[in-house]
């Protein structure tokens, strides 16, 4: 089976401040991929972004940066210099081969 | 290079009645993935379909059904609506039905009376 936890339901930021966002996750697959998307109120999801399991480097996106502990199964969400634009839900989201993509309850951010 | 679409964008039916989703992939792509989003909630992951193919089914019960065309478009068929059913239904579409970035419809607002 593959959980998620998304502890923070909610979360408010400043413009121009960081924020992090949690994930936990379970797993039973060795090979996987976690990814963070981003649904704002518009309701389109996009993709904010994505790391391998098997990379140890953190992922870096512009603004936003990933902190992945893999034996810890923790999958951090780290936004910098947050914008106005920021203000969504955040959904983490590891997937693999045999689970597919399973989504978290989510994050509020407002900024 | 068009996104993926979805039709209609709202939809309101009653108990029991069938209801049929539509979806249009983005250009290159040759699978969709189908998600239920309740109010509040996470996306769940209804199934996959890759080349006209069922690939990987979420825990949705067989009401629940698809098909993919040979242009990789696709429709969710739910039969006999129950209340719960109610929700946000999101198609999304990728390159491969590996690992890959998925790209997201606007979605169909499902009311079920």
């Known amino acids: 089976a593959q959980t998620v936890t998304q502890s923070q339901p909610e979360m408010s930021v400043q413009e121009a401040e960081t924020v992090t966002l949690s994930c936990t996750y379970d797993?039973?697959?060795?090979?996987?991929?976690l990814f963070w998307y981003k649904q704002p109120p518009s309701r389109q999801m996009i993709l904010v972004i994505r790391q391998e399991a098997y990379k140890q480097q953190n992922a870096t996106e512009n603004r936003f940066s990933v902190n992945f502990q893999k034996a810890a199964k923790s999958f951090s969400l780290k936004i910098s210099d947050s914008q106005l634009g920021d203000t969504a839900m955040y959904f983490c989201?590891?997937?693999?081969?045999?689970?597919?993509?399973?989504f978290g309850t989510g994050t509020r951010l407002k900024v | 290079e068009t996104g993926v679409t979805q039709s209609p964008t709202h939809l309101i039916k009653t108990r029991g009645q069938q209801v049929t989703l539509r979806c249009s992939s983005q250009?290159?792509?040759?699978?969709v993935s189908w998600y239920q989003q309740a109010l509040g909630q996470g996306p769940q992951f209804i199934f996959q379909?890759?080349?006209?193919?069922?690939?990987g089914r979420g825990n949705f019960p067989p009401r629940f059904s698809g098909l993919q065309f040979p242009n990789y478009s696709s429709e969710l068929n739910v039969n006999a609506l129950e209340l719960d059913d109610s929700a946000l239904y999101l198609c999304?579409?990728?390159?491969?039905?590996?690992?890959?970035?998925?790209?997201f419809g606007p979605g169909t607002r499902l009311t079920v009376l």
């Open positions: 797993t039973s697959e060795n090979n996987y991929y």
């Open positions: 989201a590891p997937t693999s081969g045999t689970y597919k993509y399973i």
């Open positions: 379909y890759y080349r006209e193919e069922e690939n």
């Open positions: 999304a579409s990728s390159l491969s039905a590996g690992v890959s970035e998925q790209f």
């Open positions: 250009s290159g792509h040759n699978t």
